[in-house]
């Protein structure tokens, strides 16, 4: 084989694989980021320390972490992905049977990417209170509007 044949289809190969692993990364289980670049994980942890259960729906703008019933004591945690513009905002909504207790931003990339990478949030009888790593001390981020 002679050289210029053999460098067209090395490019042709590389080329090749390019698009293969673009096209694999975008049928991936998790879409990707406004961003798209992540630098790391945050776990989100929301304990019900009220006397009900609570409705509890998560999302982003581009991921639906879904809707739970937190049962009173219960927990409901899950990891999430940080951009590195620290663009990254999961937002939760809450409820009590039929009443909407409110719609919070359970961890926005700007506030949140140097206050904690396991946020833990505690739903209580006038709010949500936030717990940073350390110190571990409680701070009334959202009160409840009904």
Known sequence: MNSPKRNFIYILCS??????ITVASFNSSEP????GIFVSYATLSIYNCNNFSMGVHCKS????IGFRVVNKGGLYEYRVRIGLQKTTLFFCGFSHGK??????????ASRDSDRCNKCTWKAVGNGI???TDKPHQA???YKWIK
């Open 15 to 20: 080329i090749l694989t390019t698009i293969s």
């Open 32 to 35: 990707l980021q406004p961003d």
């Open 61 to 64: 703008g581009d991921k639906d």
């Open 99 to 108: 009443i909407k207790k409110g719609i919070f931003d359970l961890y926005d």
């Open 129 to 131: 209170y936030g717990y």
């Open 139 to 141: 701070v009334l981020f």
